[in-house]
């Protein structure tokens, strides 16, 4: 960044290169979700593509704040993939929990 | 998850207040400090009772184990992403036991935990046995699914001092 607060050619490239890159994860994780055939595909389209699409928007973006603001976004990255990776399983186990249980009525 | 003894217990728990302290700040914006330190004390006491503690780790294999955890993160959103957005389906979702190596409860739902990240797998449930069996849901049961769990379990072994690092048995 110079004097001014404007980012450099260089830097606005590879920031909006990331961005684009989370946007594209994003937009794959949510077609993910309306083709994948059943609730533990879907998991996986939600889980992996949105982690690393937010990493990606998480690194375009640290082009533009200071060294603070930077520890932050990656904090907060961080405790989203941890959540998302927990929370995944705690569902898969709900979801299987309840199909096993369906299973079991019908027979 | 064993209760550290003696100083290791000050050393862990401030460890512990830190992290707790640093999430405040980034969820808060650095505000409500007097809110944080009773939340902070309780939840120390709570990792007390329930003997939950940070996990002595081998740091000589932190940087590796980092590496290895971004590689397969990007692989695993490349996987998703290709597979949903091709023209023609390519998926073949199916169940897969794992059988797990890693001897500590804590190790195994760490594992559990980080499956889900891998590309095509998806941990549901650990069945307890001789040994204990990770039950994943696999998006395609064509592809190597085995070999990327069994790497990240290796990765475990070397990172957590209270595991012995020896390889995965197929």
Known sequence: MDCAGQLSVLSTVLSSLLLITGLFFFIAGSVGMLRFPDSFSRLHAVTKADSLGLGSIVAGLMFYGDLWQNLLLLLIWLLVLASGSVSCQLLARFAKAQQDRVQQDKT | ?170
């Not at chain 2, 590689?71 to 695993?76: A, D, K, R, S, V």
């Not at chain 2, 001897?103 to 195994?108: K, R, V």
């Open chain 2, 1 to 170: 998850m064993s209760l550290p003894q003696g100083g290791s217990v000050v050393i862990c728990y401030s460890a512990l207040s830190g992290v707790f302290a640093l999430c405040w700040a980034a969820l808060t914006g650095a505000r409500g400090w007097w809110f944080f330190l009773p939340l902070c004390l309780l939840l120390l006491l709570w990792c007390y009772l329930a003997k939950l503690s940070l996990p002595p780790l081998r740091f000589k294999a932190v940087p590796g184990f980092l590496l290895f955890f971004s590689h397969q993160l990007i692989l695993g959103a490349w996987d998703v992403a290709w597979r949903a957005l091709a023209p023609a389906p390519r998926w073949a979702p199916c169940w897969q036991p794992y059988a797990i190596n890693l001897t500590q409860a804590a190790s195994q739902r760490l594992l559990a935990s980080m499956v889900s990240l891998l590309p095509g797998t998806c941990a549901v449930n650990i069945e307890a046995g001789q040994p204990d069996v990770l039950l994943l849901h696999v998006l395609d049961g064509n592809t190597d699914w085995y070999k990327g769990v069994a790497a990240l379990e290796q990765q475990l072994a070397w990172l957590l001092r209270d595991e012995t690092a020896k390889g995965p048995t197929a």
